[in-house]
């Protein structure tokens, strides 16, 4: 890469930007006016509101009942009364009470239709009174009331009517309500002291809440939750002023052409488009933290409550590093869309819905409780937003950020050569991306969309598995799970009309195999074991997994049923969906090397649960070489169901057990069986790859 | 003025609109469900926040509870999601370093609040309380909420313990009771909240169907090099402007009418059984319906913006050369179309005459009124007069503006502004 | 007239396109250029002289067969061959906001030219081709005219020693023709080697050394106009290209 011509290319993109006013104007300068002008008026507008309902006069009637005239005094009284502490709090300034308004109640005289004058806003509120709480004949029981104070035999009770959809009716109700049970508390008072009981209410249970967090902490919280979508969203913004331009534009123009016919090589103009988004998403970004921070210094608009935007020093440069593979991740799917789309306007079109998906990724963090020990360290973008929100509360996980990292820079390293491949120019002209497999829709597509059907289908299964929580049944979760992965490939197999025999290796495997499988489960089992204790050194086995799994397979539930359910079921549907429909996918995109390796671990990711991840993999990678060496998938299906069977034995039946504390020649034995079990397996339909 | 040739123009000027994708995901496809499926995702969202954070298993520790409190417990034990580990007073000497011990803990994560009584025994049972929490973590805050309302109700129990004790009795202790009563009916209720949502995306949703056909049918063809085609057909070019125009008017219009429909639609489909759910019953029994009386009322307003909104991005788009120049000339009437509207979402805001005369804010104002079920006919006669003449006026400036020659080919170097100086100087002074 | 700069050999480029299918745009295809020569490739639109071009100019990958630009070949060492190669076509667009200083400076260290020459090479263009007075102004504000200087001028900047003109005078006027056909006559003079495409005639017979006649992506004949005169007993340009597509018209034999 020649820092040359990449410096040459950016400045030209950055001096074209600089020579357009209008984009200039009405996507940079027009925002930064606008928004903290529109906040600002929001915020006017309701203070406005509270100014106006605090400062007017509310008008109230008490109905009249002849035949009730006592009830009808009291609720007079107590009105009157509650009313009165309404004025003396206006002057007397407490501290419980807040809003300390200024508004003013207005008696007239009940009218015959209170409804109507409610409707009419001639009345704003109506008080009514029950005798007693039993008699039953309130027919204006609405469902939006609320019963104050302890059951028991109330005295009476006071009705407000009111109309919660008008704005003036619903806010005298309010303080009616509230200038009526500050009343209450202090004619309690006033009769617990008459009756020999001196101590003030409020000296009962007093309660000192003690925050153990810094201030910083708690305010990290709120920040951290909200910090990864506002700055990827003020990214976004600005990265697509220059993204739109930088492939879409420019073949439009016929522009790009002729770059491609110059001495700069694919990957510099790539790198050249990349840091011009950068730079001016980065300024952009700049400009706008630094314009509200300014608003609010100003006062002009208020700043959230409880948010102090105080971050370290270390922190903030840690918080810097860990997002610019997200920076790089966001411009990098910018600049692919852009290459992708053939014209300015349909690159505005498609970046909606890519940021819509980058938004609700980095949104995440909002989630309360979740914490990057799970399998959201996996997930781009959401990994980098949960990790800064950990480190904005003090918590340094260091190697699930450093795996965050990592997964973030690997994502953005892939999306970039994406973009690389995008400028191969065969698109560019023939303008059409199509190619004979997209038009024919046949089993030739499928090996190029298998990614999208088994990440949706992760997706799916993380979703669906995060809300199951606790509460299912473990064999049903077992049970859907299997039929989720049956139907998926059911659906494929249909919708690419792939053919079974082939795409699942229903073949008969050499008999040799199955000696295979019974050499290769303990074995297997051994290394498994193996990788989840060395992994376990990072990522212990939460405790809550282990009681739950007891719980789920349990002395109570019968052999048969933990045998189908965990051995039985699995051993087919993940089989089939694995070794069967995503192996025949990735097969013509890899060499046996990377096509095991891929394929084991994607179903090892498969397992939500983080710390079963590396154990799973190794099984997965197992698997697959089971199938490409035997051409079959029966044995490995063999393999799953014993092993499951074998691990879930250890657990409940005292004499199958692994070494309590394995040693290295464990390991080595373990390793040549393996070895010896795959020779066992090769056989007439052993597959092209492993040759 | 030849209809035929308008109507004929404006035919073909709508059939291409629904072959060209950007113009029917954003005249329709967005209006339709954009809002309804942003409604449903936010609200989704928030339950499952609001789940997630109920579902909070607390670890909680409470020191030297007296007797006379045993009640906490079991207000605790209610959800079954606490897990309370009930301790012994530390010993007087202890106490400082217990509690740094229980910091400590909550640090680490490994508690989430506690709740340490000191009895002070005035009055017998009486106790200082503290609470300590870690604001730093969900869970913590969580389990915070719980043991305050647990204290605040054992409290209120205590004081009705001694009321009882001293011989107040149940009423005489209650002293009343208040019961609020909504007269609202769930109809009203719902057109309450219709009346503050749908207007406001009413009026984006119209903005944004008419932004795209404005832009294409002007900056767009030029762009394409079909406006020269356009304008050598035997027709004057004034018939040709109108029939644009028709379109993009049409356009908003439809875009506008969709939205309100998906708006209503999404409200009884996601709301009123999100409502139910927060509300644990029967969702207060919120309807979300228009009255019949609103339907007219809005198709008018819809044809009020439409015809305005459109008529305005004509005159601006009319300067572009480009599509995208046309866009970023176009977008400040949204800003401009969208601000009075947000500015002005205030529930309580009377719909007066004086109002009636600005238009846009007028058309919100009279709409919200008319969800709610109250048709001011004063108003709407002020109203419709006064959109009128602002739509009469920007297609007297557009009409002047494409009768320049430089303007209608595209020629002209500048924008609107650069254009009413030149309209304002004196003839002579034209270079 | 001896060097061989560019060596074309079986060049073949395979396309599927959305409504004809499988497209075989060039089959075949050998030839080669010297330097101080204009070879011309003379076709009908579409008969696959800009994929061929294209390919060699390593905007397209051939699906078999080499090209090599001074040696080095465009499917393994693109940024040589690019760096050593100047592309014009009408669809090789320029920045509308750059001045012509500013696009010949920049194309000039994209291609790689020598850093401290750079300033001299661009004052050398801008006066050799006439833009003095305009090298200021933004392209968007220039005529057609000077558009076409600027961009034969960006085509040159780095001194590449081939040169590529596709379809160049496309939509010119007769006198921007003629200006574009002395230019390129000029820069045959400075010892450069050119591949011109045409499905101009007159064109063709005017400006080419050789000419190279090619058909449904294949070369049919390639030589000097008398070689072509020659082999086909025909006088006039017109009527040896007519008698070449013509005689293959059946399904081909080769």
Redesign the interface.
């Known amino acids: 890469m020649?820092r040359?011509?990449v410096s040459?290319?950016v400045?030209?993109d950055l001096?074209?930007l600089a020579?357009?006013p209008?984009?200039l104007?009405?996507?940079v300068a027009?925002p930064l006016v606008?928004w903290p002008l529109?906040w600002f008026?929001?915020s006017?507008?309701?203070e406005?509101?509270q100014e106006?309902?605090e400062s007017r006069t509310y008008t109230y009637a008490v109905a009249e009942d002849p035949r009730d005239a006592e009830h009808a005094a009291?609720a007079r009284a107590?009105l009157e009364r509650a009313l009165a502490v309404v004025g003396e709090d206006g002057q007397a300034d407490e501290a419980d009470t807040p809003e300390a308004p200024a508004v003013r109640f207005e008696r007239v005289d009940a009218p015959d239709d209170f409804?109507a004058a409610?409707d009419e806003e001639q009345l704003h509120v109506h008080v009514a009174w029950?005798a007693g709480?039993g008699d039953g004949s309130?027919e204006?029981?609405?469902?939006?009331?609320?019963?104050?104070?302890?059951a028991?035999?109330?005295?009476?009770?006071?009705?407000?009517?009111?109309?919660?959809?008008?704005?003036?009716s619903d806010a005298a109700?309010g303080y009616l309500?509230r200038a009526?049970?500050r009343s209450?508390v202090e004619?309690?008072e006033k009769?617990?002291a008459a009756?020999?009981?001196e101590?003030p209410?409020e000296?009962?249970?007093?309660?000192?809440?003690?925050?153990?967090?810094s201030e910083e902490?708690?305010s990290?919280?709120l920040l951290g939750r909200i910090l990864t979508a506002i700055i990827v969203m003020m990214m976004l913004a600005g990265g697509s002023i220059v993204a739109t331009d930088a492939l879409a534009?420019e073949k439009e123009?016929?522009?790009l052409?002729?770059?491609?016919?110059?001495?700069?090589?694919r990957i510099e103009i790539v790198t050249a488009k990349n840091l011009s988004i950068l730079t001016v998403a980065f300024a952009t970004s700049v400009l706008n933290i630094a314009n509200i921070v300014l608003w609010m210094q100003l006062d002009v608009i208020p700043a959230p409550a409880g948010l102090k935007l105080v971050i370290p020093v270390g922190a903030a440069m840690l918080l810097l590093f860990l997002y610019a593979p997200a920076a790089v991740l966001l411009s990098s799917s910018l600049l692919l869309v852009s290459g992708r789309s053939k014209t300015?306007?349909?690159a505005q079109?498609l970046f909606a819905p890519v940021m819509l998906v980058f938004l609700a990724v980095a949104?995440i963090p909002?989630?309360?409780?979740i914490a990057l020990r799970s399998a959201i360290v996996v997930v781009p973008i959401a990994n980098l937003g949960v990790a800064a929100r950990e480190i904005l509360?003090?918590q340094y996980d260091w190697p699930l950020i450093a795996a965050a990292w990592a997964v973030a820079a690997a994502a953005a390293a892939v999306l970039a050569r994406a973009s690389v491949r995008a400028l191969?120019?065969?698109k560019?002209?023939?303008a059409?991306d199509?190619?004979?497999a997209d038009?024919t829709g046949g089993p030739a597509l499928f090996p190029r969309r298998v990614g999208r059907w088994f990440a949706a289908l992760w997706a799916l299964l993380l979703v669906w598995q995060l809300?199951a929580?606790g509460g299912i049944d473990g064999r049903l979760l077992i049970a859907i799970n299997m039929a989720i992965f049956g139907a998926a490939a059911w659906l494929i197999i249909a919708r690419y009309r792939l053919p079974v025999r082939e795409t699942l290796s229903l073949r008969a495997p050499p008999p040799a195999a199955w000696l295979g499988v019974l050499i290769g489960v303990p074995a297997g089992l051994l290394l498994a074991d193996g990788v989840v204790r060395l992994a376990s050194l990072a990522m212990p086995i939460p405790e809550e997994w282990i009681e739950a799994m007891a719980e789920a397979f349990g002395a109570d539930v019968p052999v048969w049923q933990t045998l189908f359910f965990f051995a039985i079921l699995p051993g087919i549907f993940e089989e089939i969906a694995f070794r069967g429909v995503l192996l025949h996918g990735l097969r013509r995109r890899f060499g046996p090397v990377r096509l095991v390796l891929v394929a084991g671990i994607a179903f090892g990711f498969f397992h939500v649960d983080l710390f079963r991840i590396p154990g799973t993999s190794l099984l997965g990678v197992l698997l697959v070489i089971a199938v490409l060496r035997s051409g079959s998938i029966y044995p490995a299906m063999a393999w799953h169901a014993l092993h499951n069977a074998v691990a879930l034995g250890s657990a409940r039946i005292e004499h199958i057990r692994l070494p309590e504390q394995p040693t290295w020649w464990h390991y080595v034995l373990a390793t040549l069986a393996i070895l010896a079990a795959f020779r066992l397996m090769a056989g007439p339909f052993q597959s092209r790859e492993l040759r | 003025m030849d209809w035929t040739a308008i109507r004929l123009l404006y035919l073909s000027e709508l059939r291409s609109a629904l072959r060209e994708r950007s113009v029917l995901i954003n005249g329709i496809l967005v209006p339709l469900l954009m809002y309804p499926l942003m409604m449903w995702v936010m609200f989704s969202g928030i339950l499952f926040v609001t789940a997630r954070f109920e579902s909070f298993a607390s670890r909680v520790e409470i020191a030297g509870l007296p007797a006379e409190h045993r009640g906490i417990l079991d207000s605790l034990d209610e959800d079954g999601r606490t897990g309370i580990n009930e301790v012994a007073a530390p010993p007087a000497g202890a106490a400082s370093a217990y509690r740094e011990e229980v910091e400590e803990r909550l640090l680490a994560g490994e508690l989430d609040a506690a709740l340490i009584f000191e009895a002070t025994g005035d009055p017998p049972g009486n106790a200082a309380v503290s609470l300590l929490s870690n604001g730093s973590s969900d869970r913590s805050r969580s389990a915070r909420g719980r043991l305050e309302r647990a204290l605040s109700a054992e409290r209120s129990a205590w004081l009705e313990r001694i009321a009882a004790r001293h011989g107040l009795d149940g009423a005489e202790w209650q002293v009343f009771d208040v019961r609020s009563n909504n007269l609202a009916t769930g109809r009203q209720m719902g057109q309450f909240l219709m009346g503050m949502l749908i207007p406001l995306f009413f009026v984006i949703m119209i903005a944004n169907g008419c932004l795209y056909p404005a832009i294409d049918s002007t900056a767009g063809e030029r762009e394409r090099n079909t406006w020269e085609t356009t304008s050598t057909l035997a027709t004057r070019r004034l018939n040709v402007v109108t029939a644009k125009y028709l379109y993009v008017a049409t356009m908003g219009t439809v875009a506008g009418a969709l939205n309100a429909a998906a708006m209503v639609v999404s409200f009884r489909s996601f709301l009123g059984p999100l409502f139910a759910r927060l509300g644990g019953g029967d969702g207060g029994g919120l309807a979300f319906e228009l009255p019949l009386g609103s339907l007219p009322v809005l198709f008018l307003t819809a044809v009020l913006l439409g015809a305005l909104i459109g008529a305005a991005m004509m005159i601006l788009a009319a300067f572009a050369r480009t599509f995208k120049e046309g866009q970023s000339m176009v977008t400040p009437v949204i800003l401009l179309v969208v601000f009075p509207v947000i500015v002005l979402n205030d529930p309580g805001m009377a719909f007066t005459p004086a109002l009636a005369g600005i238009p846009v804010v007028n058309v919100v104002l009279l709409l919200r009124q008319a969800i709610a079920g109250n048709v001011l006919w004063l108003q709407l006669g002020i109203t419709v007069l006064a959109n009128g003449a602002a739509i009469v006026a920007c297609l007297w400036i557009a009409s002047r503006v494409l009768r320049i020659e430089e303007i209608a080919t595209g020629a002209f170097e500048g924008n609107f502004f650069q254009f009413l100086r030149r309209q304002l100087r004196p003839a002579g002074g034209k270079a | 007239m001896s060097t061989v700069q560019v060596e074309v050999q079986g060049l073949s480029k395979n396309f599927f396109d959305q409504s004809r299918g499988e497209v075989n745009a060039v089959q075949q295809v050998d030839f080669e250029c010297r330097r101080g020569e204009i070879l011309g490739l003379l076709g009908a639109n579409g008969a696959g002289k800009t994929t061929t071009l294209r390919m060699i100019s390593t905007v397209l990958q051939p699906t078999s067969g080499t090209a090599r630009v001074l040696g080095h070949d465009v499917a393994s060492e693109p940024v040589e061959v690019r760096r050593n190669l100047g592309f014009y076509s009408a669809s090789t667009a320029l920045y509308p906001r750059l001045t012509a200083r500013e696009t010949l400076t920049l194309f000039a260290r994209v291609n790689k030219y020598p850093a401290e020459r750079t300033k001299s090479r661009v004052e050398e263009m801008i006066e050799r081709f006439g833009l003095g007075e305009y090298a200021g102004v933004r392209i968007e504000k220039l005529s057609s005219g000077m558009k076409q200087k600027v961009s034969i001028a960006r085509t040159v900047v780095h001194d590449p020693p081939v040169l590529i003109f596709d379809e160049p005078t496309v939509g010119l006027d007769v006198l921007n023709a003629l200006d574009l056909q002395k230019a390129i006559q000029e820069l045959r003079e400075d010892g450069k080697a050119i591949l011109f495409s045409t499905h101009i005639m007159s064109e063709a017979e005017r400006l080419c050394d050789r000419i190279a006649i090619i058909d449904k992506g294949r070369l049919r004949a390639c030589a000097d106009l008398e070689g072509l005169r020659a082999a086909t007993s025909r006088h006039y340009l017109e009527d040896i290209f007519v008698h070449y597509v013509t005689s293959h018209e059946t399904p081909d034999q080769d």
């Open positions: 020649n040359r011509t040459a290319l400045g030209n001096r074209q020579r357009n209008r984009v104007v009405f996507a027009l606008i529109m008026l929001t006017l507008t309701t406005r509101r106006r309902l009291n107590w409804k409610l029950e709480a309130n204006n029981v609405d469902v939006d009331s609320e019963t104050l104070g302890n028991g035999d109330p005295a009476q009770r006071i009705v407000l009517s009111y109309r919660a959809d008008l704005d003036a109700e309500r009526l049970e209450r004619v309690r009769r617990l009756a020999g009981f101590a209410p000296d009962l249970l007093p309660l000192e809440r003690i925050e153990t967090a902490q708690t990290g919280l534009g123009r016929g522009t052409e002729t770059l491609l016919t110059t001495a700069a090589s300015y306007k349909e079109l949104a909002v989630l309360p409780g509360t003090g191969s120019a065969e560019l002209i023939t059409s199509l190619d004979a038009l809300n929580g």
